[in-house]
């Protein structure tokens, strides 16, 4: 793929939004103008502008599939977010609902009366309704429940009885199931009958009358196989399956391992119960990315990007109040060398390049350190490798760099003593930052903690106040 191919989706998609947004901006301009304006017929031709340009923006949204306008809804002010939503179809409501974030489907139902919110509500499938099941009013939850079939409200109530990071939230009840004493000609005549086909079906499920799994059908040997054959010589008896109460994330990983399209989930006693399909465990792994990119920095939960000042600071205030406190105290460290650094003012120079370097290396440290535990590579048997891999990496990155910024340092204030001071605690400062860039995350694991759970600001908070520390300490015992 060309690199013109690659960003051709990308540039649409942010086409569409700028057609969108111009033609709001063009609704709100004609309709400043129009206010202006006095006469007779000035309401008549205020209403009749008004409902154009709205006709206008309704008929681009229409023209847009929905995780689009979800998009779009998304890079939206709120007041503009809320218009285009009231110029959404109803029947479309639902769609779009679960495509947007979390934090913006919030302020979707919030402008959204009961009426309006059951008839999408009513449009989903079991497994989304689970889904979006703990955002909707009791009440609403309560008056949806009762207008569904007793097998639909089933499968809400089993969807709901799972954890969200576990497989029974996220599978769909959706599929095709068959038997294995058929012929392939008898299954191609039922797939006709059928409406439709399910989402992501690359395979049918084969159970026997008690619904025990007994193999999968895929659907390219369905096609290429002699009709006459019968299920059970062409299916295959070893598919990957999942029990409903494993880890969401461990499944996601077998899809990629794997290249799946959708496996069954069943029961303990084998019945199948449900199946997993590509797109929940795509959505799960982007989830996932971008919540390790929020812990992180110290978000406490995904954050509407026009969210109100008051939410924003409600979830950023925490670790910046930690954050304050780390300074605080590395300010402290630099205060017991005030003595030192009057002597020499080379020191106040050079010192935050000692903390900031060690603070780069630390970040690179545990960013490695959550991706492995993430896939899984990091155990005890292996930590003391780990641990002394990063260290070695890290003393040859001190003596190499930090010899460089020595010979600055000589160069710049005719002094070997500072520039060899330099050089031992850049490589004493890096090996801080690699030993807590294993330590602070594999110390957030053993308390039941996420392991990127404010990491960035933990390890910055270590070798800034290590750095000076070491820096400073240093150029006091053999520089004065």
Known sequence: MTEVEA??????????????????????LVEDLTHRQEGPHHDRVENLVHRQNLVELQRKLDELHSADVAHILEALPLDERLTI?????????????????????????????????????KEMDADELADLASELP?????????????????????????????VGALMDFEMVTIREDVSLEVVLRYLRRLKELPGHTDKLFVVDYDGVLKGVLPVKRLLVNDPDKLVREVMATDPVSFHPDEDAYDAAQAFERYDLISTPVVDKNGKLIGRLTIDEMVDLIR???ESEVLNMAGLR????????????LRNRWAWLALNLITAFIASRVIGLFEDSIEKLVALAALMPIVAGIGGNSGNQTITMIVRAMALDQVSTGNTARLIRKELTVALINGLVWGGVIGVVAYMLYDSWSLGAVMTAAMTLNLLLA?????????TLVRIGRDPAMGASVMITAVTDSGGFFIFLGMASLFLL
């Open 85 to 121: 939503w009231q110029l959404v179809k109803a029947e479309r409501d639902g769609d779009i609902l679960l495509e947007v974030s979390d934090s913006v489907r919030e302020t979707l139902l919030a402008d959204m009366d009961d009426h309006e919110i059951l008839a999408a509500a």
């Open 287 to 289: 989830e996932e990315s």
């Open 138 to 166: 009791r009440d609403v939850v309560h008056e949806l429940m009762e207008t569904l079939d007793a097998q639909q409200r089933e499968r809400v109530r089993s969807a709901l009885s799972y954890e969200e990071d576990q």
């Open 7 to 28: 960003k051709k989706p990308q540039e649409s998609l942010q086409d569409r939004l700028a057609q969108v947004v111009e033609l709001l901006h063009r609704h709100k």
């Open 434 to 442: 690699a030993l807590m860039g294993v330590l602070i995350p594999m």
């Open 301 to 312: 939960e995904e954050e509407d990007i026009f969210a109100s000042v008051w939410k924003s």
